[in-house]
């Protein structure tokens, strides 16, 4: 028995909330009729309200110029076809476009049409424009006129002052147009519309009226001929209108329903039916409110809410649609009869008003327990986002870190785009929520400025690392390390990198190139000096009378021996000087190098027959060819066999080699030294840097130098290798 009562008291209490969504539902749809009457009582009492005074700059703007201006084109075609001077628009407005593409082309037939479709639309504006414009328009050869109007508008153009104001009284504006002999617009009268502006225009709407322009037929320029010999009045009464007039009418509506009070009563409506999804759980004998249905996460609730507020504006669309018959006039269009015309509707209407209060009636449920349990309690136990908040922590912590991820490498365009874009997207949603998205808004603004506050912190730090670190290293630390999360200056530890090794190097070359220069000085100093000192004990040696002739003449030729050399070093140092600092100039012709070498081998002939070396000379039987400087060319020829001379070990072989590699040419040339190559290949082409290390041997250590330097300036490449004691030079052109 027991039972059986729970389950009348449960049915019972789902019989209440039928109840409390179908009653106000009916109630509501049943007030339709008294909604209108009142709306339309409201609307009559209340017209003025809605009324709209334009004034003349808001009316008469650049587009009504603009369809003023065209619809000069049909009035003076209309006006010389009553003269007979123009059967077509295109007779009238393209008189030479037969000299442009003959009688019989397509060309000729698509511009002809695109003409008449052109005057076509401009005839169409003017006859929207009948209902608030008169027009007069006169030739002024025939004097033959085109009006719409019986007023009297060509007093304008020759009445009195007195004329001029009667006219003034019967039009809120007007507009004088004149058209000289030669096509040219001028404004000579207005009222209440500025002349100089409707002018400016004018002529920027002339100078759109090619063929060109308006249909993009790249090449053709044709330009339509202006009208001629023509003045036209525009007399223009600017209308009172309502919102209904401006194609508001459902705003308009909208309005008169809010102001009847229908906004209140859905507000009070939706108060009682609140009211009932809170009691009726209390009632324990009722059983309800505690089914799974009910017992949905918060945000359910809250989004049942906010639709249904959001959803009024619908509602009260579909009682307009009934009461000023769009449904019933729909219904009857699709074929349905007048009587499910009229009674659809209204089902229709209790249907959405009663999903609307059910969808109120299970939000205010879902959320009423907030007040058995407490709010605190409700959130951890009704609230989805709690029970998921660690998971919406961690995938918010990466959100951020994928919208604060900018790599500055990239191209900017990416990273912006990916910023605007979301923001979009929160943007929109926020937008979707009506009224609460200014609470929305709040929220986001806040979430954003703190977010924003600590990227920037972290910003501001990591940039306070690298300035550090940017600093330490002017301050000469270059073994500096950054081993912190840079973020978006991440991409600057490698470039730091780049410029500590580069300094490094830098140091590095400034060492070398100290210790060169001092190296230099000595060898400079040592290698002038020899031969200078022993010219001067020569001098002195020549001063004293007591020697012999032969003695004399042995001194004599042992000043001419050292002082050759001095000059020979002299030379060598200018010439080396000239080439490094690429002070050179360089006569280029066409050399053959295989006839090049021959000339020095004979020139060094006497010196290869009396070392005890075995030259083998690989060279092509034809000529090869390259654009050099001949001179500086064999002097490179000539100091390498030299340094082959004197520096190869005693009855060993010599190889020189010329060799063809596609477009290049390659000379090597190979000898084994009679010391051991101990140096590094790079340092041995240096200036007065010689494989004899203990520099016994005569020469000034810059034939390689030379020699490289003269390779180079010629676009080739000089490389020397090392394997074991062989010695080997290779030239590239």
């Known amino acids: ?115 008449n479709e052109m005057l076509e639309e401009y005839r169409s504006n003017l006859v929207g424009l009948m209902d608030t414009v008169d027009y007069y328009a006169v030739d002024k050869l025939s004097q033959n006129t085109e009006t719409n109007t019986v007023n009297d508008l060509s007093r304008l153009l020759t009445g009195s002052t007195a004329d001029v104001e009667k006219i003034k009284e019967l039009y809120d504006c007007y507009l004088i147009l004149d058209f000289d002999e030669n096509g040219d617009i001028s404004v000579i009268g207005g009222y209440e519309i500025d002349r100089e502006s409707a002018y400016r225009e004018i002529q920027e709407k002339r100078h759109e009226n090619t063929y060109t322009n308006r249909y993009g037929d790249s090449g053709s320029g044709i330009e339509l001929a202006s009208p001629k010999n023509m003045q036209i009045v525009y007399a223009i009464k600017i209308p009172m209108m309502t919102e209904t007039d401006n194609g508001n009418q459902w705003w308009y509506q909208y309005s008169i329903y809010n102001n009847i009070g229908y906004s209140w009563l859905m507000i009070i409506v939706l108060a009682i039916i609140g009211a009932v999804a809170i009691l009726l759980p209390r009632m324990k004998k009722l059983g309800v409110g505690n089914e799974k249905i009910f017992r949905a996460p918060m945000e359910f609730g809250i989004i049942g809410i906010c639709i249904v507020l959001n959803a009024y504006a619908g509602l009260i669309s579909m009682m307009i649609d009934v009461n000023l018959g769009y449904a019933q006039s729909a219904l009857l269009d699709a074929g349905f009869t007048y009587g499910l015309s009229e009674g659809i509707p209204y089902a229709y209407n209790i249907l959405g008003w009663a999903a609307a209060f059910a969808l109120w009636y299970w939000s205010v449920t879902i959320l009423q327990p907030v007040f058995t349990l ?96 940017t600093n330490q290293l002017a301050e000469g630390n270059l073994d500096i390390e950054i081993n912190e999360d840079l973020g978006v200056f991440n991409p600057f530890k490698g470039e730091l990198q780049k410029i500590q090794s580069g300094f490094k190097k830098a140091v590095e070359e400034e060492v070398k190139s100290q210790n060169m220069k001092t190296e230099l000085i000595t060898n400079v100093s040592h290698d002038l000096k020899t031969p200078l000192t022993a010219i001067i004990t020569y001098v002195d040696l020549l001063k004293d009378e007591n020697i012999t002739a032969e003695e004399r003449q042995s001194y004599i030729n042992t000043l001419d021996k050292k002082s050759q050399r001095l000059k020979v070093l002299i030379e060598d140092l200018f010439e080396v000087s000239k080439a490094t600092t690429k002070n050179v100039t360089l006569n280029i012709i066409e050399v053959d190098i295989v006839n090049l070498l021959k000339q020095v081998k004979f020139e060094l002939e006497e010196k290869i027959q009396t070392s005890t070396l075995d030259f083998r000379w690989n060279l092509p039987d034809e000529k090869v060819i390259l654009g050099l400087d001949s001179q500086k060319t064999y002097r490179v020829f000539e100091n390498l066999i030299n340094n082959i001379l004197k520096y190869s070990m005693p009855n060993s072989r010599v190889y020189i080699d010329v060799t063809k590699a596609g477009e290049h040419v390659q000379i090597t040339m190979k000898n084994v030294s009679a010391t051991e190559l101990n140096f590094d290949p790079e340092e041995i082409t240096e200036r007065f840097v010689r494989g004899d290390l203990s520099r016994n041997t005569e020469g000034s250590g810059l034939g390689l130098a030379i020699a490289k330097s003269f390779v180079e300036l010629q676009n080739g490449s000089f490389t020397i290798d090392i394997d074991g004691d062989l010695f080997k030079v290779t030239l590239t052109w």
């Open 374 to 469: 407490g709010l605190r309690r409700y959130i951890k136990e009704r609230s989805f986002i709690y029970k998921i908040f660690p998971f919406i922590k961690r995938q918010t912590k990466r959100f951020f870190a994928f919208v604060a991820d900018v790599d500055l490498t990239e191209h900017m365009n990416k990273t912006i785009w990916k910023i605007v874009l979301i923001n979009f997207v929160v943007v929109t949603i926020i937008c979707c929520m009506w009224f609460f998205g200014i609470f929305g808004v709040i929220v986001y603004s806040v979430i954003l400025f703190v977010s924003l506050r600590k990227y920037f912190s972290r910003l501001r730090e990591q940039y306070k690392t690298l300035l550090q670190t």
């Open 1 to 115: 028995m027991l039972d059986i009562k729970l389950k009348n008291n449960h049915k019972l209490g789902i019989i209440l909330i039928v109840l409390t969504i179908l009653i106000p539902a009916i109630a509501i749809v049943a007030l339709y009729p008294v909604a209108k009457s009142q709306a339309n009582r409201y609307q009559e009492t209340h017209r003025d309200d809605y009324e709209v005074t334009t004034s003349v700059e808001e009316y008469v703007g650049y587009d009504y110029i603009d369809r003023l201006y065209n619809s000069s084109y049909v009035l003076y075609l209309d006006l010389q076809k009553k003269q007979g001077n123009a059967d077509t628009a295109v007779d009238l407005y393209v008189p030479n476009l037969t000299d442009y593409y003959g009688s019989s082309t397509e060309e000729y037939s698509s511009v002809r049409s695109r003409v």
